[in-house]
């Protein structure tokens, strides 16, 4: 069979038949693919498109986080800062306490007010023990059966804990110091815990209202002391002042004896002489007792201008002079008192410094006349306070200072030309360091016989 016939034959029309279908089915399935491949594509592209918003959203999520996050840390760093703030307050408060620098827990002006206060709280305290608030205990306990032998019981419990109590916060209440004021905090505290624990069987306890006040009974106490102390020398310096103001007053009598009896003499000197030209008839003799008459009158002159002084000394109080002084021998290089006399002559208040208290006079370095002595006194000692040697004791009124310093300030604040000597003599200081220095002789003998002895 040829080709053709084969063709042309029924076989080759079934086979046919049969690929077109198959064609025809690949052909759909090729469509179905194709529209199957379109649809995967835009899911994907869907869900891509949806994985990206969501990203996104919680990127914008994080970053509105990120900007609460941002605020807060912000406000946290503010309360820290803050914080820090307190902490060195208290930091410092505590380092003053731990120096002995006592920062008072009340501000009364006199020390009666404080011992009002002392009485007011040991006297609630004897009210608290008397009502039964100062200690607590169960009044249920029972003894051998009996209530009234348990209530007893623990009435002795309580007053033995409140007595106990009571002897430890009187030693420390007794001898409370400027050095052992927190110790004797903490020994308070301490015991009120141990006797709390005694109690603890019996539900026995200090109440810390009683703790309180036996507290405050103790920085009463301490700061009633410092009052009186200050008052003291409050007292002191004011007797100070009294015994300065009398002593000026005596020099003012003693400078208007003095004048008026200069005065006295010279009027009588100038009758005499003037007697004496009225009749002398020499011209030389008449020349010579106009020469004395004439220095008489300047003598007088003199005196007025020094009663005038003596009047403005008198009738204003804060005129004085301000004095910057030294005592190397007794206190060392770079260390100045600067005080304040209203005394007609100062050096006597000098004087009266380096009589007895000190081995060596002091030394002036400057002697400044003002119209308002206290006023510039307080200036030097404002700006020296820093080196103040007695930051306890205000009267104490010796500098550790550069001598150039104080000479500028005075300078500034008084008078740019005023004398200031740098250096201090010392002389007896050092003439006694000279005498108790071995002599060149006696230091070249002991050497040949430390070599002669070698």
């Avoid at 199957?36 to 999520?61: F, H, P, T, W, Y």
């Avoid at 200069?262 to 008449?286: G, I, T, V, W």
Wanted: glycine letters at 4%; aromatic letters at 6%; hydrophobic letters at 40%.
């Amino acid at each position: 069979m040829s080709l053709m016939d084969y063709i042309k034959g029924p076989a080759h029309k079934v086979n046919a038949i049969r690929l077109a279908g198959e064609l025809s089915s690949l052909q759909k399935k090729h469509t179905e693919l194709e529209q199957l491949a379109k649809e995967c594509g835009a899911l994907e592209v869907q869900k891509i498109r949806e994985r990206i918003k969501a990203e996104e959203d919680s990127l914008n999520q994080i970053q509105s986080r990120s900007v609460e996050a941002t605020k807060e840390l912000r406000a946290l760093e503010q309360t820290l800062l803050s914080v820090r703030q307190q902490i060195l307050v208290l930091e410092e408060t505590v380092q003053l306490e731990t120096f002995a620098l006592y920062v008072p827990k009340f501000r009364f002006t006199n020390s009666s007010e404080y011992k009002d206060r002392l009485d007011k709280i040991r006297a609630q305290q004897k009210a608290l023990i008397k009502s039964g608030d100062a200690a607590t205990g169960n009044m249920n306990w029972e003894v051998n059966g009996k209530k009234s032998e348990g209530k007893k019981l623990v009435n002795d419990m309580v007053k033995l804990v409140i007595r106990s109590f009571n002897n430890e916060c009187d030693f420390c209440v007794d001898n409370v110091k400027f050095d052992n004021i927190e110790l004797g905090e903490a020994r308070i505290r301490k015991s009120f815990e141990a006797c709390n624990k005694l109690g603890r069987v019996m539900t026995v306890s200090l109440t810390s209202s009683y703790l309180s006040l036996k507290l405050d009974e103790l920085h009463l106490a301490h700061e009633f002391q410092l009052k009186k102390q200050e008052e003291k020398e409050d007292a002191k310096k004011a007797r100070e002042e009294l015994r300065e103001q009398q002593k000026l007053e005596q020099e003012i009598r003693a400078a208007r004896d003095k004048i008026a009896k200069e005065r006295k003499h010279f009027a009588a000197a100038l009758k005499n002489l003037q007697s004496r030209l009225a009749l002398a008839s020499d011209e030389l003799e008449r020349s010579e007792l106009q020469a004395r008459i004439d220095e008489i009158q300047v003598k007088r002159d003199e005196l007025d201008q020094e009663e005038k002084v003596v009047d403005y000394r008198e009738q204003n109080a804060k005129a004085g002079y301000v004095y910057v002084i030294s005592n190397v021998g007794a206190f060392g290089e770079g260390v100045y008192k600067i005080g304040m006399t209203r005394r007609l002559e100062p050096m006597d208040r000098v004087d009266e410094l380096g009589d007895a208290s000190v081995p060596f006079w002091f030394d002036v370095h400057a002697m400044v006349f003002s119209e308002n002595a206290p006023a510039l006194e307080a200036k030097l000692h404002d700006r020296f306070a820093a080196g103040r040697l007695n930051k306890v004791n205000g009267r104490k009124e010796f500098f550790r200072a550069d001598i150039k310093e104080i000479e500028a300030v005075i300078r500034s604040n008084y008078d740019a030309v005023v004398e200031v000597v740098h250096d201090a003599p010392a002389e007896q200081y050092r003439e006694s360091l000279r005498m108790t220095m071995p002599s060149p002789a006696i230091q070249a003998a002991e050497k040949a016989a430390l070599r002669q002895a070698a």
